[in-house]
């Protein structure tokens, strides 16, 4: 295995605490474990997530795979056995690179391989992995990684739909976003989430701003009128009427 930069000592912690608004949080650590650290790392510092990051909220690291391979031009892969096209990522810089993170942490985190072949992500996914303490995400490149990497190490595989894509980065930062979203503190009410598309099996009410009239659409009367519980009432009607609607399967 190459050697690393020792991490800091807070991030051997099996969770940083952190104090934010009078409540202490135990800080998610998430990884990337990915050949391409630059393409994950332009999305992280961005938006929502990245401000997370930044006020520690989440630890969200992209991790070079290649820093773990002994070859002398830093090659991760090789042609499959028994031919076919493209290449295939080794299980060596694969296996190190993660064994190397769980000595960092002093724990082992759940490892999720990003696949076509996993289970589609869900909401109910997303919340599930937001109670973990820490998770690493392995993203595959080429043709996949080899059978045996995953047999041995992956607890979890999961896909972002039935359609491929060049590289699992992108799947990845689709789960980071999800994730941390969820988190505490990360939005500006903890319960901004929950009427959302998704967060107890139906689709989120239509949503309306300023001005009041646009090219002659009005915004329904309901919600100019102040009334709070009518309001709160077409929203459910909304909701329940737009699921049966545009996805009736989410209500079978
Ligand atoms: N040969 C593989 C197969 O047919 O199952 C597909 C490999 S794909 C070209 C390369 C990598 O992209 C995969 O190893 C995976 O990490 C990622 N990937 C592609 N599509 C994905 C999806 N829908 N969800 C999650 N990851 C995906």
Redesign the pocket.
């Known amino acids: 295995m190459h050697p690393r930069p020792s991490a800091a000592p807070l991030q051997r912690a099996w969770g940083i605490r952190r104090k934010a608004g009078g409540r202490i949080y135990l800080i998610m650590k998430i990884e990337i474990l990915t050949l391409f650290p630059e393409m994950c790392e332009a999305v992280l510092g961005e938006s929502i997530v990245g401000r997370a990051r930044k006020q520690g909220l989440v630890q969200l690291r992209a991790r070079n795979i290649r820093d773990y391979t002994p070859d002398k031009h830093r090659r991760v892969d090789d042609a499959p056995f028994g031919g076919g096209y493209g290449m295939v990522m080794q299980c060596q810089p694969i296996a190190d690179c993660f064994r190397a993170l769980c000595e960092e942490w002093g724990e082992r985190p759940r490892l999720v391989y990003?696949?076509?072949?996993?289970k589609t992500l869900t909401q109910a996914k997303a919340k599930e992995l937001a109670g973990l303490p820490s998770l690493a995400l392995l993203?595959?490149?080429?043709?996949?990684?080899d059978e045996r990497v995953i047999e041995a190490l992956v607890d979890e595989e999961i896909?972002?739909?039935d359609?491929?894509?060049?590289?699992?980065e992108l799947?990845a930062l689709v789960l980071c976003d999800c994730i941390t979203r969820l988190l505490p503190g990360v939005l500006a009410a903890d319960a901004a989430f929950a009427n959302e598309s998704h967060y107890d099996g139906l689709l989120e009410y239509p949503q309306y701003t300023r001005p009041a009239v646009w090219e002659g659409r009005e915004v329904p009367e309901v919600l100019l009128n102040g009334n709070h519980a009518l309001q709160e009432k077409w929203r459910r009607e909304q909701m329940e009427e737009r699921t049966r609607r545009k996805r009736p399967e989410m209500l079978s």
């Open positions: 990003l696949s076509p072949q996993g993203c595959g490149h080429y043709e996949g990684v896909s972002i739909g359609y491929v894509l060049t590289g699992g799947p």
